[in-house]
């Protein structure tokens, strides 16, 4: 069974960078398949997709907020990891680590999430 | 604003059924893929349909999916008050914002 775990700090001052990291077990990153991936919950509870990253380390980031996410990953630990710099009040939200299927033909596309972590709350604040 | 709208709200009895809409267009629904997710209260989304129509193993055959042109629907029936939670509808949006994109989500309360 694949689990997921996020860790990181809870406070992040604004202007700072956000920075999380999420464990894999029960299965290994560099098996390759799957697109790992960020997603956060505003407290209101919409969702928005952030990006995602390949084991080889082939990144595609979310359009509105590609000039401030980075994602990386290191398969020795089995983990990777989501930056967000920048922050401002509007980025409090709780952020998830989630395993991403996706496929593309170029005339249709398939992106689902069928595993998640338990997800962690970040606040922006002073 | 999410990119695919959904019903803020919907409601039904223990044992009756329910349907909740989620709406796009020709970039998103129209040409892929659709999930849903449950969310319980306090918990992550958890993986109910994918691809339109297909339960993960574990997902009991009450929850059902389909869709047609730009517009997907979650079925749910024979209600349970273990139900009552948030759906969400998830899909990759091929515009020049291409991305995974989700819409804004459905409480449903089981009366």
């Known amino acids: 069974q694949v689990q997921l775990q996020e860790s990181g700090p809870g406070l992040v001052k604004p202007s700072q960078t956000l920075s999380l990291t999420c464990t894999v077990s029960?299965?290994?990153?560099?098996?390759?398949?799957?697109?790992w991936s960020w997603i956060r919950q505003y407290p209101g509870k919409g969702l928005e997709w952030l990006g995602y990253?390949?084991?080889?380390?082939?990144?595609y980031y979310n359009p509105s907020l590609k000039s401030r996410v980075t994602i990386s990953v290191d398969t020795s630990k089995n983990h990777f990891s989501l930056k967000l710099s920048s922050v401002t009040a509007a980025d409090t939200a709780v952020f998830y680590c989630?395993?991403?299927?996706?496929?593309?033909?170029?005339?249709?596309?398939?992106?689902?999430?069928?595993?998640w972590g338990q997800g962690t709350l970040v606040t922006v604040s002073s | 604003q999410s990119v695919l709208t959904q019903p803020p709200s919907v409601s039904a009895a223990p044992g009756q059924k329910v349907t909740i809409s989620c709406s796009g267009s020709?970039?998103?629904?129209?040409?892929?893929?659709v999930s849903w997710y449950q969310q319980l209260p306090g918990t992550a989304p958890k993986l109910l349909i994918y691809?339109?129509?297909k339960r993960p193993s574990g997902i009991p055959d009450r929850f059902s999916g389909s869709k047609s042109g730009t517009s997907a629907t979650l079925g749910i029936t024979g209600l349970q008050t273990g139900d009552e939670a948030d759906y969400y509808c998830?899909?990759?949006?091929?515009?020049?914002?291409?991305?995974?994109?989700f819409g804004g989500g459905t409480k449903l309360t089981v009366l």
């Open positions: 989630a395993r991403g299927n996706y496929a593309s033909s170029g005339y249709w596309a398939q992106y689902y999430f069928d595993y």
């Open positions: 029960g299965g290994s990153i560099s098996s390759g398949g799957y697109y």
């Open positions: 990253i390949y084991y080889s380390g082939s990144t």
């Open positions: 020709s970039s998103n629904i129209g040409i892929n893929y």
């Open positions: 691809d339109n129509n």
């Open positions: 998830g899909t990759w949006d091929s515009s020049l914002s291409a991305g995974g994109v």
